[in-house]
């Protein structure tokens, strides 16, 4: 079976992005994947510095890496912060990149060769676009192959209704098919 960590970059209470996330988590799995949420906010993650890595590597990012290496694909949702990705998702990203025990200092063991799909859902009438750029980038550095397909929710404040589902069928229709490929692509990658 085809394992999928779906990572969401906001951890507010009622934020559109964990809606987003929850329901591509379910399409997901529809499709035949083990899902793994990660909770950001379940993980003590200090900022990322070289020495604090030299000094000790926190345990909860030595988690986070294993986690994300059992993996054969990702899908992160991220919000918009200024126009790019928030500090707490970035960090994430940063831990899980470091080497550990005895890999070599770009072994990228939690990303590289894998499947990625992008998503977000702003207020704003774009969608997140300028974050999903940035995050499109970050995850194309690290050696991840990131799909073409990407979801953005604009207008998010409208977007949901009381249950967390969309109310328009077009983007709900996107995180449906953007699930169904990644599955597919990490499936193949995989093999």
Sequence with gaps: M??????????????FN?????LAAARLAAH???????????LDLPIYTAALEAD???ADA?????????????LVVSPEYNGSIP??????????????SDEGPVALTAFRGKAAAIMG????PFGGIRGLTHLRQILGTIQMLVIPDQVLVPNA???FDEAGQLREPLPASLVDMTAARLVAVAKALAA
């Excluded at 035949?32 to 379940?42: I, N, P, R, S, Y």
Aim: no cysteine; glycine share 8%; aromatic share 2%.
């Design 2 to 15: 085809t394992r999928i960590a779906v990572i969401v970059g906001s951890t507010r209470d009622g934020s």
């Design 18 to 22: 964990r809606a987003l996330g929850a």
């Design 32 to 42: 035949g994947a083990d899902v793994t949420v990660v909770d950001l906010a379940a």
């Design 56 to 58: 000790a590597f926190p």
């Design 62 to 74: 030595l988690k986070l890496k294993d986690l994300l290496a059992a993996q054969d694909g990702l």
């Design 87 to 100: 500090a707490l998702l970035k960090n994430a990203i940063d831990w899980a990149s470091r080497p550990t």
């Design 121 to 124: 859902a702003s207020i704003s």
């Design 157 to 159: 404040h409208a977007a």
